[in-house]
């Protein structure tokens, strides 16, 4: 069974640099078939892409915030990190750690988010 | 960054109903769509992938089309579990894109 699990701050202050942790279960880091992405969701609002970090270590970042976030991977923990910097009141919200599934079909790559983390809601106050 | 709408933002449905909600790119994505379904206080669940491949366990009553812009999502025969909001997403490029969602309620 895939489980993915986040951790990490409740509440932070604004101008602060929230770190979160996802820990996986049943699935590798190393395996090339997948990658970890974070997304997020404000309170009543739709859903966020944030980053995500392939198991070769690629990077990639939300082009809004791409300046904010760092995305990092220990394979032999099983944990994926996420830091963003500069924290504020709109960066409140529900944080996702997800499965990035990867397929190379006919027409080319795609992807898709199986399973979602239950997510860890950030408040941002001070 | 491709952008993602979705038709209607929300509807009011009965159970036995048949739904559709559309979702459209700001560019061509070929099939590269996915539909997740979110209920309240839960993380979302994926639906459907590449536009029309019911993802395993999902009931069959759920179905995806469209290529290119213009993608469907259509609830055969909703049931009461099935009030939700639904999320398009565009796998095409990144970063991935999501639309807005649309809420089906009663």
């Known amino acids: 069974q895939v489980t993915l699990k986040e951790s990490g701050p409740v509440v932070v202050k604004p101008t602060e640099t929230l770190t979160l942790t996802c820990t996986v279960s049943?699935?590798?880091?190393?395996?090339?078939?997948?990658?970890v992405s974070w997304i997020r969701q404000p309170p009543g609002k739709a859903l966020e892409w944030l980053a995500r970090?392939?198991?070769?270590?690629?990077?990639s970042y939300s082009t809004s915030l791409k300046s904010r976030l760092t995305v990092s991977k220990d394979t032999s923990k099983s944990q994926v990190v996420l830091t963003m910097t500069n924290m504020d009141p709109v960066d409140t919200g529900t944080y996702y750690c997800?499965?990035?599934?990867?397929?190379?079909?006919?027409?080319?790559?795609?992807?898709?988010?199986?399973?979602w983390g239950q997510g860890t809601l950030v408040t941002v106050s001070s | 960054d491709i952008q993602m709408t979705q038709s209607p933002s929300s509807l009011s449905a009965s159970v036995g109903d048949r739904v559709t909600i559309t979702c459209r790119a700001s560019?061509?994505?070929?099939?590269?769509l996915n539909w997740y379904q979110q209920k309240p206080g839960k993380a979302p669940s994926l639906l459907i992938y590449?536009?029309?491949n019911l993802q395993s366990g999902v009931p069959s009553r759920f179905s995806g089309g469209g290529s290119g812009t213009d993608f469907s999502l259509t609830i055969s025969s909703l049931q009461p579990e099935d009030f939700a909001t639904y999320y398009c997403?565009?796998?095409?490029?990144?970063?991935?894109?999501f639309g807005p969602g649309t809420k089906v309620d009663f």
């Open positions: 970090i392939f198991s070769n270590d690629e990077k």
């Open positions: 997403q565009q796998s095409y490029s990144t970063p991935n894109t």
């Open positions: 590449a536009a029309s």
């Open positions: 997800v499965r990035d599934v990867i397929e190379v079909m006919a027409t080319g790559g795609i992807n898709w988010f199986d399973p």
């Open positions: 560019q061509s994505i070929s099939i590269f």
């Open positions: 049943g699935f590798s880091l190393s395996n090339t078939r997948m990658a």
